[in-house]
């Protein structure tokens, strides 16, 4: 079966260094690949977009890769900040999907410390 | 943060009684979602209208009911709840299901059921 995964657990760094965050996806042929922001009680936030024939994206500080061999995608806030503690989504839009549907992981919670 | 709102943002009722959650969005987009978040599970799609047509529904039981009357507005009626509906609903929008890009989530509704 079609499978998004993300690492539950949280994703502790210190202010300032490199936060690496990993969506691994299996059984699926994801046209597109999404990053959101999701901070308490309020609905997710679009961040980045890369498609299947794209390596890498970047966007200020972030940057996203999409591996379509290694069936990865990884997201990367560079010089993070306190402020950048909040849940990151992946979402993925497969070939087949018929236009914008897209199906989300389960998030890793990222904490930055002063 | 203004361009989909959700009314109301918390709701508690019981499992006899009938609610509907409302959706708005100022974007001047084509296309509506409903989403199911639940604790410690990932973002479940839940409906999908596009041009006020529903194009999608992912299995949903039927005391899930959804409205669509024009584009800017989304509603989801609620009959016979059980508890384990109890969980974050969140409204999003996209220009359209054909054009393959970021949606844009309201704050959502914060349901208990009793």
């Known amino acids: 079966s079609q499978k998004i995964e993300q690492n539950s657990e949280a994703l502790n760094i210190q202010e300032g260094k490199t936060a690496t965050l990993t969506c691994n996806y299996t059984?699926?042929?994801?046209?597109?690949l999404q990053w959101y922001r999701q901070d308490p009680g309020r609905g997710p936030v679009f961040l980045l977009l890369?498609?299947?024939?794209?390596k890498e994206k970047r966007k200020e500080r972030l940057k996203v890769t999409f591996d379509t061999t290694l069936k990865q995608s990884l997201f990367h806030i560079t010089a993070s900040q306190p402020a950048d503690s909040a849940t990151y989504l992946c979402?993925?839009?497969?070939?087949?999907?018929?236009?914008?549907?897209?199906?989300f992981g389960g998030g890793t919670r990222l904490m930055v410390k002063p | 943060e203004t361009g989909v709102t959700q009314t109301p943002r918390h709701l508690v009722m019981g499992m006899t009684n009938k609610k509907s959650l409302k959706c708005e969005q100022h974007?001047?987009?084509?296309?509506m979602y409903w989403y199911k978040q639940s604790a410690k599970k990932p973002l479940e799609l839940m409906f999908v209208?596009?041009?006020?047509?529903?194009?999608e529904n992912n299995s949903v039981p039927s005391r899930f009911s959804p409205e669509c009357p024009n584009s800017s507005h989304l509603f989801l009626h609620l009959h016979t709840l059980q508890p384990e509906d109890s969980a974050l609903y969140l409204c999003?929008?996209?220009?359209?299901?054909?054009?393959?890009?970021?949606?844009?989530f309201g704050p959502g509704t914060r349901l208990t059921v009793l």
């Open positions: 999003a929008s996209s220009q359209d299901l054909a054009l393959r890009g970021e949606q844009f």
């Open positions: 059984n699926y042929s994801p046209a597109y």
């Open positions: 209208y596009n041009f006020k047509e529903q194009t």
């Open positions: 979402a993925l839009a497969g070939v087949n999907n018929a236009g914008n549907m897209l199906t």
């Open positions: 974007l001047g987009h084509n296309a």
């Open positions: 890369i498609r299947e024939n794209e």
